[in-house]
Structures are given as structure tokens and as C-alpha cells.
T-cell receptor, first 115, second 115 residues
């Protein structure tokens, strides 16, 4: 069966510090990968998605970047955190489009607090 | 663009009460529709889905029917339990350029079930 891991689970970082969140998927190959952010009391916003190694698309302009160095690894980064980057970050995966299966499966999330 | 509107919470019910959480959507084309559930401090879990008009998704006693004429996907359960207390998200899926699919979420509805 497929599993998705995220770490760290929680993180407290000062403003201006760098960020690296990691997500890995097991039990599947060539997945689509996604980063979402959930701000307090709000829904989820898609930040980045990737359909393959080195292929990253951004949905919203922001202080963050993403990379996919391996097929099942997705990394969310920032060079300098802002207070507004605080939130709950969720990684998700799905199978390729065209299969009729388009649901996404989410990891446990990373709660980031920027102080 | 696509959007999902959910009833605001929190919704507080007694155990064994009937649950309805309303969800309506705006989308071009024919999206797939989903309900996800988020327990405190965790990621999102897929609860049920429907891929075309008049489809009924069901799981763990929850049901939702894809109503194209009213652009709705209301979640129902005949008898809720304390363990159903969570935040419920309605979402629709649409294709992204490049092969991924994007989930557009509602803001979530918190459900509290009391003894």
C-alpha cells in the first residue's frame, strides 16, 4: 500500500530564517505531487505541483519554492521566512491524469510557526 | 474560476442525530467531487467521491450525491457518533496544464458530536 511521509511534524522558526520541508511517498511510482497550505480557520490553498522529476509549477506567487530531486521526493523551501508563512503545510500525491482516478492522498502535515 | 462553498460551522449535534453539511460548487466542465475529513492535528483523509452527475459516493455511513442541476454535493449521515467529530472539506477536482489535477477546497465545516 502507498504511504506518504512528511517531516518535521512541527517547526518553530524565526522571521528571516530558511525553511526546508520534506515529503516522500512510498508504494507508488511516477506520482503527481502537491504542496498545500492551510492557514488558521481557512481552507487549503494549492502552492505547487509536480508531474515529474524537476518539473515544478507554481499556483500562487509567494516567498516559497519547491523542488523534486527524486521521483517520490518533494521539498518545500524558503530562503527567508515571513510571519505570513505560518500555517499547516500538507503534501499530497495522486496517480497520473487520464486514469479516471483523480483523488489526492495527503500526508500528516507540518505545522510551521514563524515568530 | 472554480469555487466551493460550504456551510459555516461549527455544527454541534447530539450522538445519533442526523447530519447534513451543505456544499455547492461553481466550475466549468464536469469536475469530480470529493469529501475529505480532517481529525485534529492530522492531514486530510478521503471520505468519499463522485465522478459524474447522479453518482452517489458513500463510506462509513456517510453519503453524498452529485447533483449537477443544483451544483451541489451535500454530505449526509443518518446517525452520527462522537468519533465523527472533525472538520469536513468539500472539494472539486479539475485538470491542470501539464497533467496534474487541482483540488479546490471549501473552507471546511467543523462538526462536534456530543453525548
Amino acid at each position: 500500500s502507498q504511504t506518504i511521509h512528511q517531516w518535521p511534524a512541527t517547526l518553530v522558526q524565526p522571521v528571516g530564517s530558511p525553511l526546508s520541508l520534506e515529503c516522500t511517498v512510498e508504494g507508488t511510482s511516477n506520482p503527481n505531487l502537491y504542496w498545500y497550505r492551510q492557514a488558521a480557520g481557512r481552507g487549503l490553498q494549492l502552492l505547487f505541483y509536480s508531474v515529474g522529476i524537476g518539473q515544478i509549477s507554481s499556483e500562487v506567487p509567494q516567498n516559497l519554492s519547491a523542488s523534486r530531486p527524486q521521483d517520490r521526493q518533494f521539498i518545500l523551501s524558503s530562503k527567508k521566512l515571513l510571519l505570513s508563512d505560518s500555517g499547516f503545510y500538507l503534501c499530497a500525491w495522486s496517480v497520473k491524469a487520464g486514469t479516471g482516478l483523480n483523488e489526492q492522498y495527503f500526508g500528516p502535515g507540518t505545522r510551521l510557526t514563524v515568530t | 474560476g472554480d469555487s466551493v462553498t460550504q456551510m459555516e460551522g461549527p455544527v454541534t449535534l447530539s450522538e445519533e442525530a442526523f447530519l447534513t453539511i451543505n456544499c455547492t460548487y461553481t466550475a466549468t466542465g464536469y469536475p469530480s467531487l470529493f469529501w475529505y475529513v480532517q481529525y485534529p492535528g492530522e492531514g486530510l483523509q478521503l471520505l468519499l467521491k463522485a465522478t459524474k452527475a447522479d453518482d452517489k459516493g458513500s463510506n462509513k455511513g456517510f453519503e453524498a450525491t452529485y447533483r449537477k442541476e443544483t451544483t451541489s454535493f451535500h454530505l449526509e449521515k443518518g446517525s452520527v457518533q462522537v468519533s465523527d467529530s472533525a472538520v469536513y472539506f468539500c472539494a472539486l477536482s479539475d485538470q491542470l496544464t501539464g497533467g496534474g489535477n487541482k483540488l479546490t477546497f471549501g473552507t471546511g465545516t467543523q462538526l462536534k458530536v456530543e453525548l
